[in-house]
């Protein structure tokens, strides 16, 4: 009783006392602004995926940009954390600083994705399970202080809800803490003042789509989604600021050389018969636009006959010609000869 | 290797020129648009156009009314009334008013295709931009090329001088066959591929199509493109050979024709040409006239039969023998006037009859009372 009167006490002292901004406000145009090239750079693994994550199409650089988030969703089973710690590999070896905040796994569930994927044993890997007692918001500032280029978060849920447990924050507060966290880290605002780009792996509502806030969409560079199509799996993007969106790069999970199998053959065929299509597409409008053009030129040359039809009856009956002259003159115009013109023996033409 | 000659660039990027600009135009519009005034002209936009028979066919088959009912209506009531009879279906149908369809016209202002709308359409510059592709993924040579003056349809025949496409017949030594494909578009059906076969005795072509390796490709959108090769590169797993084609050639080689299938075929290659006045002139590939005149000389004339007494004739040549005399004819220099678009529907034409289920004569068996003299053959037919 004593605590809710204190608590209420507390918000009435609140609600008195007028609220000041704690920062001036910046605003500026962007010809004022300064921006560090670095934060364009691209972690470019080599792979289709990297492609469908970002592309920049007049450099032709491509990887998911310094900076940027993403969210993924996906079926059970799909994939989703051997996916996406298969870019972090990647770009490891490339020369990126990459994390992998697991709220999901355990160290012992992981161990099955090193037999598989030997490649995945050089990540930093944060189990949050093993801090169970500790409080989340602190632990992941720390964590996160010391800079990285390339962090993975699974999932986007379970981190919120380690944060209501150990810190008591509400859901919300949960994700705009999370949110805030990673809108610092994309400033480069940590020790190595790299410019963190993120991954977060979101659970899925029973309808099958994304769960989360509209402000954590608006705060993502792109969403994707995994999943099984028959006996094939494939990933599509739905929304994505920096590269392709509604195109399906199939893979295969069965490890090849310790690597996933990328179907990049059928997502370069789909390119081009989506290119193709696109064409079929501006062909058929011009096919369109031809035949306007061909009727009303047969409509001006059908006038154009008619009215010769029109003057040879009337000079044949005027007996300023006769019937063999009138007939040469009919048998000129087209409509005639278009009368006389075979037909194609077969029906199919 | 095969002894077919294939096309040069030159006479092939000549024919691609031609296809391109004798192309039909096409435009979607909506079917309440259209009108029917008699199978011969249509008005829509507010203008009396010609149309074509196939055209026609085109629109019932998609108001989904059978030609021989709305013929017999016109039989019944008059050509008006057939008209109104056609466009008040076309206008009572369910949806009618957010229907549309594709009207496909020839350079000279007459409509010769009409489909759903974005069906059954598919450019010539498309078409062979897919052609280029498939000939480099399959390493495939053009052999004929032929282009329908008319609408721009097209019909390619193309080889691929692997070993897979190299087969013969066990049993049969001296057939030997090479696979390939054809591939065919026009302004009613789209784009098509199907197999083809090349008998390398005497290096006639045919063009398989019963033998479920019939490829279409009706438009280009909705993953249609990945599906049509994807089918594509299955046939191309057995080196594009039909199957089932060896099969259908023991059995026509074990069969005679029937005069009904002798006829068939004569009247179809008689259609083909020009100054094909009879079918006497037609004996060196198909010996109908020949035939005719042995039922004659006992006493039975083919022109009295009814079409089910001409299947249950038989004759003096093979089913094998018909279809290798059409697509001779179909392949090589004949001494007649021969539309190239023709020739390769003649080829087509002969696959289907070698893709038939069952020929004629295929299930007759010898009976203690086949061998009777021509005498009783006549008393026979007397009743």
Redesign the interface.
């Known amino acids: 009783m004593a605590e809710r009167t204190r608590k209420r006490n507390s918000r009435k002292a609140k609600a008195a006392t007028p609220r000041k901004l704690s920062v001036k406000p910046n605003v500026g145009t962007l010809a004022e602004h300064t921006y560090d090239p670095k934060q364009f750079e691209h972690m470019d693994t080599g792979t289709v995926l990297a492609r469908l994550f970002a592309h920049n199409k007049s450099t032709g650089e491509q990887g998911i940009q310094r900076a940027t988030n993403y969210i993924g969703i996906g079926d059970p089973g799909v994939g989703k954390t051997t996916v996406l710690l298969e870019y972090l590999a990647d770009a490891q070896k490339l020369g990126a600083k990459t994390l992998f905040i697991s709220g999901e796994m355990t160290r012992t569930d992981m161990k099955e994705y090193l037999d598989r994927f030997p490649k995945f044993k050089t990540i930093p890997i944060l189990f949050l399970g093993e801090y169970c007692d500790e409080p989340t918001d602190l632990l992941l500032e720390e964590v996160l202080a010391e800079g990285y280029d390339l962090v993975l978060g699974d999932s986007f849920v379970e981190i919120q809800e380690a944060l209501v447990d150990t810190c008591k924050m509400r859901t919300k507060a949960a994700e705009k803490f999370i949110i805030d966290l990673m809108l610092k880290h994309n400033a480069g605002h940590n020790h190595g003042k790299h410019y963190t780009s993120f991954i977060y792996i979101q659970q899925m509502t029973k309808g099958g789509t994304f769960v989360g806030s509209n402000k954590l969409k608006h705060n993502t560079t792109g969403m994707f989604e995994l999943r099984h199509e028959g006996n094939s799996k494939y990933l599509e993007f739905s929304k994505n600021r920096r590269g392709d969106m509604g195109k399906r790069l199939y893979y295969d999970l069965e490890a090849i050389d310790g690597n996933i199998n990328w179907n990049e053959a059928r997502f370069l065929r789909d390119e081009e018969n989506r290119e193709q299509a696109q064409k079929e597409k501006a062909l058929a409008e011009k096919s369109a636009n031809d035949f306007d053009t061909l009727f009303k030129k047969k409509d001006a040359l059908d006038e154009q006959e008619s009215e010769i039809k029109s003057s040879v009856a009337k000079r044949l009956m005027s007996g300023e010609i006769d019937e063999v002259e009138a007939i040469k003159e009919l048998n000129k115009l087209t409509s005639v000869q278009l009368e006389d013109a075979a037909e194609s023996v077969t029906e199919d033409i | 290797m095969s002894g077919i000659t294939s096309l040069s660039d030159e006479l092939f990027n000549q024919r691609k020129r031609e296809a391109l600009n004798s192309e039909a135009?096409?435009?979607?519009i909506p079917m309440y648009d259209l009108e029917l005034v008699d199978m011969q002209h249509v008005i829509f936009?507010g203008?009396k156009?010609?149309i074509?028979?196939?055209a026609v066919?085109g629109l019932f088959k998609i108001l989904n009314i059978p030609e021989k009912i709305v013929l017999r209506f016109e039989q019944a009531t008059s050509v008006e009334g057939m008209a109104k009879f056609v466009n008040m279906l076309k206008n009572s149908m369910k949806n009618s008013s957010d229907m549309s369809i594709t009207?496909v016209?020839n350079?000279?202002?007459?409509i010769?295709?009409i489909n759903s709308a974005g069906k059954g359409?598919?450019?010539n510059?498309?078409f062979f931009?897919?052609v280029e592709?498939l000939a480099d993924n399959h390493k495939l040579t053009p052999i004929d090329f032929s282009v329908?003056p008319?609408?721009g349809?097209v019909a390619i025949n193309a080889i691929n001088e692997g070993d897979g496409s190299f087969f013969g017949i066990s049993g049969l030594k001296d057939e030997k066959f090479m696979s390939g494909i054809t591939l065919l578009n026009?302004?009613?059906?789209g784009m098509a591929l199907k197999t083809y076969v090349n008998r390398l005795s005497c290096a006639n072509g045919i063009t398989t199509t019963g033998f479920n390796e019939d490829v279409p490709l009706p438009t280009?959108?909705g993953g249609a493109?990945?599906k049509f090769?994807g089918q594509v590169d299955e046939l191309a797993k057995n080196g594009f050979q039909p199957n089932g084609f060896t099969d259908a050639v023991r059995r026509a080689i074990g069969t005679k024709a029937s005069y009904a299938e002798l006829e068939k075929i004569a009247n179809a290659i008689q259609?083909?040409g020009k100054s094909i006045d009879d079918i006497y002139m037609l004996n060196k590939w198909i010996p109908l006239a020949e035939t005719m005149d042995s039922y004659k000389r006992a006493g039975i004339d083919p022109l009295t039969m009814s079409q089910a007494q001409k299947k249950n004739a038989s004759t003096g040549t093979t089913v094998w023998q018909a279809i290798n005399g059409m697509t001779h004819f179909a392949t090589h220099n004949n001494g007649f006037e021969v539309k190239d678009?023709?020739r390769r529907?003649l080829q087509?034409?002969a696959g289907d009859v070698l893709a038939k289920k069952s020929f004629d004569m295929e299930n007759q068996i010898v009976t203690p009372y086949d061998n009777i003299s021509i005498e009783d053959i006549q008393a026979k037919n007397a009743f």
Do not use: C, H, M, W
């Open positions: 135009k096409f435009k979607t936009e203008r156009v010609g074509t028979r196939a066919k009207l016209a350079a000279q202002g007459q010769v295709a359409v598919i450019t510059e498309s931009d897919i592709r329908n008319d609408t349809a026009s302004p009613n059906k280009l959108d493109l990945e090769y259609k083909s678009y023709n529907i087509k034409t």
